[in-house]
């Protein structure tokens, strides 16, 4: 199975301040199709996770423009361009080129 | 709006038996894979098992191989787990999504990522 590490496993982020999330594959994620299949989920306090972003760096209906992925092959990130309050919970990064599906040991990030 | 509602969660005893359901709503229910993915208390999301629009394939994680099986009923826009054995690492929040993407290499095909998510359903397992 291919092994996802997130880093920091926690981050606390002063409001209006920047924040970046980092997620590496132990295998490359860059399918023979010609996409890399990585994508990132925010699971709110006591709420279900949702997407955010979709194959590295698409942004999924509604997700604001804040947020941004970028990477390639097994490195990958996520940034919060100004974080919100509304941004806290936790973040998964999870790959879906092989099964089973395997996700990050996810990154927690809360208001200073 | 798409909604996907799961029941059927519980306390169950070691060696049990439990079987969870998922009421979808919202979106066309029999074109979609559908997977089903869990989170022990605490800790982060390991997906489970996912089933094709028609049934006819399914695919689980390793360690509820012979143990647990998926399915679903088009005509009532219902996923469900049938879950054997239990043990105590399964205890957890269930929670079923809808499949997206594709991908295909050397002739096999699945789908790539999860695009909604239930709101969960608590199993426990203890005696």
């Known amino acids: 199975d291919i092994v996802m590490t997130q880093t920091p496993l926690s981050l606390s982020v002063t409001p209006g301040q920047p924040a970046s999330i980092s997620c590496k594959s132990s295998?490359?994620?860059?399918?023979?199709?010609?996409?890399?299949?990585l994508y990132w989920y925010l699971q709110k306090p006591g709420q279900s996770p949702q997407l955010l972003i979709y194959?590295?760096?698409s942004r999924f209906s509604g997700v604001p423009d804040r947020f941004s992925g970028s990477g390639s092959g097994t490195d990958f990130t996520l940034k919060i361009s100004r974080v919100e309050a509304e941004d806290v919970g936790v973040y998964y990064c999870?790959?879906?080129?092989?099964?089973?599906?395997?996700f990050g040991q996810g990154t927690k990030v809360d208001i200073k | 709006e798409v909604l996907l509602v799961e029941s059927g969660g519980g306390l169950v005893q070691p060696g049990g038996s439990l079987r969870l359901s998922c009421a979808a709503s919202?979106?066309?229910?029999?074109?979609?894979?559908m997977s089903w993915v869990r989170q022990a208390p605490g800790k982060g999301l390991e997906w489970v098992a996912n089933?094709?629009?028609?049934?006819?394939?399914?695919d689980y994680v390793d360690s509820v191989k012979g143990r647990f099986t998926i399915s679903r009923d088009n005509a009532k826009n219902s996923l469900y787990l049938q879950m054997n054995s239990l043990r105590a690492e399964d205890t957890a929040v269930y929670y079923c999504?809808?499949?997206?993407?594709?991908?295909?290499?050397?002739?096999?095909?699945?789908?790539?990522?999860?695009?909604?998510w239930g709101q969960g359903a608590l199993v426990t397992v203890s005696s």
């Open positions: 295998q490359s994620l860059l399918h023979s199709d010609g996409k890399t299949y």
């Open positions: 919202g979106f066309t229910f029999s074109s979609y894979w």
């Open positions: 194959e590295v760096s």
């Open positions: 999870m790959q879906g080129i092989h099964l089973p599906r395997t």
């Open positions: 089933i094709k629009q028609d049934g006819s394939e399914k």
């Open positions: 999504a809808r499949d997206k993407g594709w991908a295909c290499s050397s002739g096999s095909c699945h789908t790539t990522y999860l695009d909604h």
